[in-house]
């Protein structure tokens, strides 16, 4: 009798229960697990931001590229040539007016202050 009892009990006790822990567990994982839908949902406003990052520096990528074709010997021009070169080495033309930048900075600064 004990034997018959303690198959039923398992049988229709036991497994049922094992069962619907399984499958809350399975629930629960799909939910909060690792690789559930709150993860898929912060994986999502990843890709957004990183998104918008890509879109930033897709455009710096072209201006950079712009730049560069503009540089290249094929298309070269001459008054972006010129501006480099003055630019980087300091140059000026004969009647050119050069004003240093602390020169600027001083006018700037203090030509609100003094009358006329």
């Given at each position: ?83 480099t070169i003055?630019?980087v080495l ?27």
């Amino acid at each position: 009798m004990w034997v018959m009892l303690s198959k039923q009990f398992l049988i229709g006790v036991v497994l049922p229960a094992a069962a619907m822990f399984c499958a809350a567990m399975q629930i629960y994982r799909a939910v909060a697990g690792n690789a559930g839908y709150g993860a898929l949902a912060q994986l999502e406003a990843e890709v957004e931001a990183k998104a918008g990052e890509v879109d930033v520096l897709r455009a710096h990528r072209e201006k950079l590229q712009k730049r560069a074709d503009q540089l290249n010997s094929k298309s070269l021009d001459p008054d972006l040539v010129d501006e480099t070169i003055r630019t980087v080495l300091g140059y000026s033309r004969k009647g050119d007016v050069v004003i240093s930048r602390q020169a600027l900075d001083d006018a700037l600064r203090g030509g609100a202050d003094k009358p006329n």
